[in-house]
């Protein structure tokens, strides 16, 4: 069974300038979770998917930030304008459903200067 | 509201020495609890989890957490490590509310196993 597939893998951009990211999650797996990961701490939920639908935006910053999952299958989250304090890594989970075990991708490391 | 605090940022250790990561959490509500790797350059791999029953859970590759709930505790060991095991190690915690299954993690614990 393929894992949660992430790209890129690596990105460096300017600050205010626009980065997309991609994920494909596990098949047939319902929830998709994206996760922010600042170095030195633990990765926080940015925003939580059930199919297409988002059921948990609270700690997304959305005067920047978006994210999408049109079909119910792969995601893209979006930062425009990145700030310096938006490098990070990160995080693509999904699971069968919101109760089940998270299965987590390899991650997209962003550095912003 | 709920925080875990993961209290060594850092736990260098001898090949074949015994080892203990600790984890403490805080939550108004009852709470499922996790222990995730993150080998270098990978995503998160689930190690164990509790979710009710025994309070002690083991892993398939040696390692055990025990769930305290009077302590709020769910400390990860191992009795003896292998250079493998050198890793970044996640405490996590999910509220049992019946709804959405959050994860809130604490900040994380290297591991560095020496030979």
């Known amino acids: 069974e393929a894992g949660v597939a992430q790209s890129p893998r690596y990105k460096i951009i300017e600050k205010r300038q626009s980065v997309a990211f991609w994920c494909n999650p596990i098949?047939?797996?319902?929830?998709l979770y994206w996760y922010q990961q600042i170095l030195g701490q633990g990765p926080k939920l940015l925003i939580q998917?059930?199919?297409?639908?988002?059921?948990?935006d609270s700690q997304l910053p959305k005067d920047r930030f978006s994210a999408e999952r049109l079909k119910g299958v792969d995601s893209t989250l979006k930062i425009q304008p990145a700030k310096l304090e938006d490098s990070a890594v990160y995080l693509c989970a999904s699971s069968t459903d919101s109760q089940e075990t998270q299965y987590f991708g390899p991650g997209t490391r962003l550095l912003v200067l | 509201a709920q925080s875990v605090t993961q209290l060594d940022s850092q736990v260098p250790v001898f090949e074949e020495a015994p080892v203990e990561l600790r984890c403490n959490y805080s939550?108004?509500?009852?709470?499922?609890l996790f222990w995730y790797v993150q080998y270098p350059n990978q995503g998160l791999q689930l190690l164990l989890k509790?979710?009710?029953?025994?309070?002690l859970v083991e892993s398939i590759n040696g390692f055990e957490a025990e769930f305290n709930k009077s302590q709020t505790s769910f400390h990860l060991r191992k009795p003896s490590v292998h250079i493998s095991d050198t890793a970044e190690y996640f405490c996590?915690?999910?509220?049992?509310?019946?709804?959405?299954?959050?994860?809130?993690f604490g900040a994380g614990t290297r591991l560095a196993v020496h030979p």
């Open positions: 509790y979710l009710s029953g025994s309070t």
């Open positions: 939550s108004s509500v009852s709470v499922y």
């Open positions: 098949s047939g797996h319902a929830t």
């Open positions: 998917f059930q199919n297409n639908g988002v059921v948990d």
């Open positions: 996590a915690v999910t509220p049992i509310s019946g709804g959405y299954n959050k994860l809130i």
